[in-house]
């Protein structure tokens, strides 16, 4: 019911920055939490960031600093702000919703968009 759809990724220089976009449409109950998934090749899936619908934030320890998860109610859009990319974040990024409260189990989460890809060089 949850459509998602990221752009922003690409290709940077290690210590550079990135933001990426996730456009959801489909029907959104009043609680909900959104997020980015995280997989690189040969790794398992990880949560990088997740927001509440109250605003309410939570990051995998690596990312914490770097990464600013925030969203944009009126255009249900998902952001993610990336600065000192690191090479080891190189990976395919999936923006990510479910009803109800927040989880950092994979599975748990209802609607993902297609990823887009985030390669960091060094």
């Known amino acids: 019911q949850v459509q998602l759809v990221e752009s922003g990724g690409g290709s940077v220089q290690a210590g550079g920055s990135l933001r990426l976009s996730c456009a959801a449409s489909?029907?959104?109950?009043?609680?909900?939490?959104m997020g980015w998934f995280r997989q690189a090749p040969g790794k398992e899936r990880e949560g990088v960031a997740h927001?509440?619908?109250?605003?309410?934030?939570w990051y995998t320890d690596s990312v914490k600093g770097r990464f600013t998860i925030s969203k944009d109610n009126a255009k249900k859009s998902l952001y993610l702000e990336m600065n000192s990319l690191k090479p080891e974040d190189t990976a395919t990024y999936y923006c990510?919703?479910?009803?109800?409260?927040?989880?950092?189990?994979?599975?748990?989460?209802?609607?993902w968009g297609q990823g887009t890809q985030v390669t960091v060089s060094s």
């Open positions: 990510v919703f479910k009803y109800w409260g927040c989880s950092r189990v994979a599975a748990d989460f209802t609607a």
């Open positions: 489909g029907y959104m109950s009043m609680t909900y939490c």
């Open positions: 927001i509440y619908y109250d605003g309410s934030t």
